[in-house]
């Protein structure tokens, strides 16, 4: 980063010292900005994210420990040099232990000030280049694709949460990849070289979830032949991911509570208490406030869970991602059965940008793995695609009448649309429908014959 490109944000009560470090610090090709007060500098930093803070301990209102707590308690990445008088050294150490670079006594030299703020700044740099390759290393480890706007707003909150201990619920339809973004947390996070556990709640019998999660003694139900370690005690010193929360019973709801709060419980069965230390990332598909509401979860646990949500955008509010995870699907299927498709006809990517993806990106999947393996030559056509994009949707079609369409009469809306825009060419529409040009005239003859009946 050049010095020009550079922000740094100079706090201090006495205007002569903003004064001189300000006229210091430009002199030497810096952006600098100026602040009074603690409560004037948090505002500044959350605002501008400046790379360095210069600050004094002793400031009315909020003193430079106080702002410093405040700031590492948020998303700040900015580097932190404390100035302060000889009789204040004490506090300025444990500022240091609090998070800041370093600290500076008043009065000070200008070029050891200088140096100061070199050496913090290349720390900084240091540190943000860090915490980039972690959040890259996360989502290249989870697999996750995409570059729309919505898909960037996550990463932010990634980039947010990822380094801390925060418990993360991540909300989404079916199919969006909420999986990958667990795994991207834990990946990008400080925990990333333990284990990451997943639990399916919806997918294990409600008898077995307890044990699945918690762990069992030999001889505690019929069947428990040995000790079971639980799925708490497998992701210790790592993260669990516990996807489709909405779906655990008010017995296993009260267990998981303690487990959040005490961070213990005891095996099914058993008497000793087991303590761990786990990262809890949640998923639904399900609206939870609902559920409070209706009495089905368990309001302290909904905000045991929810310290930050994750909201994931269904496939049809990103279609601007739709042609990367082709291409990597493409790939994908490629490498695994041992073809070369090299590209996707024009009409069949009219149809994948035209359906709406209730199914979303696993839907997705689905469809171009169907297509590598129907394709024999090296372009995916219309036809290897499933039949449901060629239904229409109120996204991808005019249909007006809001009332429930028939099936057969939403092929004969799509048929007619396409024809009209071929101009009427019929071998063109049938192509672009994935049909053959005998079954396009079979419909169009039985089209005519219904309205002359009529």
Known sequence: MEKKQTSILVADDEENIRFLLKKLLVKQGYQ????????????????????????????????GLDTLTILQSGDITTSVIMMTAHASIQTAVEAIKKGAYDYITKPFELDQMLLLVEKALACGRLSRKNLYLRLTEGKAASGLIGQSPKMEEVYHFINQVAPTDAKVLILGESGTGKELI??????????????????????????????????????????????KLGRFELAHQGTIFLDEIGEINAATQVKLLRVLQEQEFERV?????????????????????????????????????????????????????????????????????????????????????????????????????????????????????????????????????????????????????????????????AKLLGISLRTLQYKLKEYQEEAAGE
């Not at 505002?43 to 790379?51: M, S, T």
């Open 269 to 429: 069965g058993g008497t000793s208490t087991i303590k761990v230390d786990v990262r809890v990332v949640a998923a639904t598909n399900k609206d939870l406030e609902k559920e409070v509401e209706e009495g089905h979860f368990r309001d302290d646990l909904y905000y045991r869970l929810n310290v930050v949500s994750i909201n994931l955008p269904p496939l049809r509010e990103r279609k601007e991602d739709l042609s990367l995870l082709v291409q990597h699907f493409l790939q994908k299927f490629n490498k695994t059965m041992g073809k070369s498709i090299t590209e996707v006809s024009s009409e069949a990517w009219r149809l994948l940008e035209g359906y709406h993806w209730p199914g979303n990106v696993r839907e997705l999947e689905n469809a171009m793995e169907r297509a590598v393996v129907l394709t024999t030559g090296s372009v995916i056509l219309p036809n290897a695609l499933p039949q449901s994009l060629y239904r229409p949707s109120k996204s991808s079609t005019e249909i007006k009448d809001s009332k429930a369409t028939s099936l057969k009469e939403a092929e004969k809306q799509l048929i007619m649309k396409t024809l009209e825009e071929t101009a009427g060419n019929r071998t063109k529409a």
């Open 32 to 63: 600098v900005f100026t602040a009074q007060d603690g409560e004037e500098a948090i505002a500044k930093v959350q605002e501008l994210k400046p790379d360095l803070l210069i600050m004094d301990l002793r400031m009315p209102g909020k003193d």
């Open 182 to 227: 667990a795994k991207a947390i834990h990946f990008a996070s400080n925990r990333r070289s333990g284990p990451f556990v997943k639990v399916n709640c919806a997918a294990l019998p409600e008898g077995l979830l307890e044990s699945e999660l918690f762990g069992h003694e030999k001889g505690s139900f019929t069947g428990a032949l040995n000790r």
